[in-house]
């Protein structure tokens, strides 16, 4: 059975806006970052999401580069512009297929107003909505960071150091006498030196405000994200769903072994979350930190058979057990949650947890972990079910400029510990 994501998560079935989101900024102001984050956050809520970046199609179509940016080239600036407007006309043709809501993001400087003007009219010919947002960064600090990402990525592979920041200074240097601001008649969001202020104008759709609350959470500060599951619980051990089971004496050792690692961080502050369950809050009994027990971030709702096991919901309740196993996100056990309904209570926890700039260590289940993880590390809700989170691990999750790095540290023996929840 196949279930696309706009209709497994229905609160977007019932409208089918179709929105175009322009990027605007001079080199290495963080609209690559942006991009993709709000794609990662999309898809995961729902949304079908695609970035389609102009600088990729155009290395692939015109080789990496292999001189000095030179914008008197006209043979070039030709190629850039036609590339620019295949990757567009690319974008539409992906955009105008199936019914549901979907955003396309088009991932580009967009400096002047004749190309920004031209990308509207394609837009208001196609009858899809649109919304521009412009990065403007003048931290020095920041761009620094942002041009050294640049200049270690692909494009910049056959020029030496030297040749490469000469590349960037002169296309900033261009760019920057090139640049319009946006009209003030446009539908916009600027956000300036990433997420330390955001203004917005003319904003109306239903996807254009989900963008910008979300804009409104992201910063760039580094720090790591641990996620983990409570300690081993009664209820574990006699493979049973749901519940507010303790810990059992393994569960109570790994309390104690992962008080010990968070203490070899030597972090001077970090944020502890945990769910409102006895077994993430005895998890969690060891830590010398502030604990913030939240109710969003309990187990899914097992609903009439919480306390069960599955070898019992199979020989009692074949047909629901069937249902589960032919779908497992859209599937909502009778008088409790599915998958998708986690993802729709999570949302507002993934807000604080892009809002915090303390590392942050939670402390949840399975099928909680699952979901942020599928967040973080850019999965697609699909695939939520079916990760594998085991027990007495810490997944360490850091983010990087171009998306996040995991690394796992298993503090117990690994046993078969991936339970069907």
Known sequence: MEVSHGRAFGRHSTHREKLVLILV???????????????????WIGVETKVFTVLEHRRSALGVKNKPFDPN?????????????????????????????????????????????ELVSICVEKDFHYLFLESICDDENMILRNVENTLHGPDYQLLNSEQAKEDMERQKEWYSSNYNP???????????????????????????????????????????IWLTRHGQS??????????DSELTQEGVEYAK???????????????LYTSELKRTKQTAAFLNIPLNSL??????????????????????????????????????????ESYVDLIVRLEPFLFELERCKTPVLVIAHQAVIRCLYAYLMDKSPEDCPTIPINLGTIIEITPKAYGF??????LLPTKEQVHKI
């Open 257 to 271: 072994k992962l008080a010990a690692w968070v203490q070899e961080r030597k972090e001077t502050e970090i944020t």
């Open 295 to 336: 109710t969003t971030l309990n187990e899914i709702d097992s609903g009439d058979f919480d306390g069960m096991s599955y070898e019992e919901i199979e020989k009692q309740f074949p047909e629901e057990f069937a249902k589960r196993s032919d779908h497992k996100l859209v599937y909502r056990y009778p008088r409790g």
């Open 234 to 243: 009664v209820y574990n051990v006699e493979n049973r769903i749901g519940g």
């Open 25 to 43: 900024g001079l080199p290495a102001t963080g609209k690559t970052f942006m991009s993709q984050r709000i794609a990662r956050y999309l898809n």
């Open 73 to 117: 080239d006209a043979d070039f600036k030709i190629k850039r512009h036609e590339t620019a407007l295949y990757v567009f006309t690319e974008l539409t043709k992906w955009l105008s297929e199936g019914n549901n809501g979907k955003v396309a993001i088009y991932d580009n400087t967009n400096a002047t107003k004749k190309r920004r003007d």
């Open 405 to 410: 790095t995991q690394k796992d540290y298993p």
């Open 182 to 224: 946006l009209d003030d008649d446009l539908p916009y969001v600027k956000t300036y030196n990433m997420g330390t202020k955001l203004t917005s104008n003319n904003i109306g759709s239903y996807l254009q405000c989900r963008i910008v609350y979300f804009l409104m959470n992201v910063h760039l500060v580094p720090r790591p």
